[in-house]
Structure formats: structure tokens, C-alpha cells
């Protein structure tokens, strides 16, 4: 599986952005998916993650009721609906598949290619 995630920038605290996740490679609507973050200096953590079907979510506590975190499988995409960011959520954003097929809570085991959120003062 590729996944390739893009959407990050600079955001003033407060603000909003939406990240996106591209998967090509395999059944991407088989899959349950996730974000995860590394910010400088410190180990990547979980975000957020989703079923394959899009049904159930869950969030790090550092992140729910500000994150949303949904997908579309006719276009092989996961989003992150980032709200009310503060400048302790900037970091390098990934996503990620899950290692299984109909998995659930997700057993993550790829990662593409991050995307950089900087979250301003």
C-alpha cells in the first residue's frame, strides 16, 4: 500500500485545517485507518482512528472534540478535520492502513509519507 498524506501548513492557533490521505495499492474500503503525529523532539503518537466501513471512530484524548476524522472510500481518501488548533499540535501528521483486512480496533502497519501542521501563536 502507498498512502500519501497531504494538507498541512501554517495556522495561526485557533484556525482550522484538513488533512487528506491518498491509498493506493489494495482494497482500501478493507482497511481501517489512522493519523498519527510526531512533533519535533518527541515519538510519533496516535490521533485518530476509523473502521474500514466508517462507523466507529476513536481519538486520542488530546485531540477529541477538536479532530474529526471520516473517509470516503469511492475515493480512496481519509481526511483529518483539525478545529481550534492549539501550538502543541504542530507536528509531522501521517496516516496509516491497518496490517489486516476487517480489523477493528486497528492494528496500524503502514505509514506513508507526512505532511507538516505548524501551529502559530
Known amino acids: 500500500v502507498q498512502l500519501q498524506a497531504f494538507g498541512g501548513g501554517l495556522v495561526q492557533a485557533g484556525g482550522s485545517l484538513r488533512l487528506s490521505c491518498a491509498a493506493s495499492?489494495?482494497?482500501?474500503?478493507?482497511?481501517?485507518m489512522g493519523w498519527f503525529r510526531q512533533a519535533p523532539g518527541k515519538e510519533r503518537e496516535f490521533a485518530a482512528a476509523?473502521?474500514?466501513?466508517?462507523?466507529?471512530?476513536y481519538y486520542a484524548d488530546s485531540v477529541k472534540g477538536r479532530f474529526t476524522i471520516s473517509r470516503d472510500n469511492a475515493k480512496n481518501t481519509v481526511y483529518l478535520q483539525m478545529n481550534s488548533l492549539k501550538p502543541e499540535d504542530t507536528a509531522v501528521y501521517y496516516c496509516?492502513?491497518?496490517?489486516?483486512?476487517?480489523?477493528?480496533?486497528?492494528?496500524?502497519?503502514?505509514w506513508g509519507q507526512g505532511t507538516l501542521v505548524t501551529v502559530s501563536s
Open positions: 496509516a492502513a491497518d496490517s489486516a483486512r476487517f480489523n477493528w480496533p486497528a492494528d496500524f502497519g503502514s
Open positions: 476509523i473502521s474500514w466501513s466508517g462507523d466507529s471512530t
Open positions: 495499492g489494495r482494497t482500501f474500503s478493507s482497511y481501517a
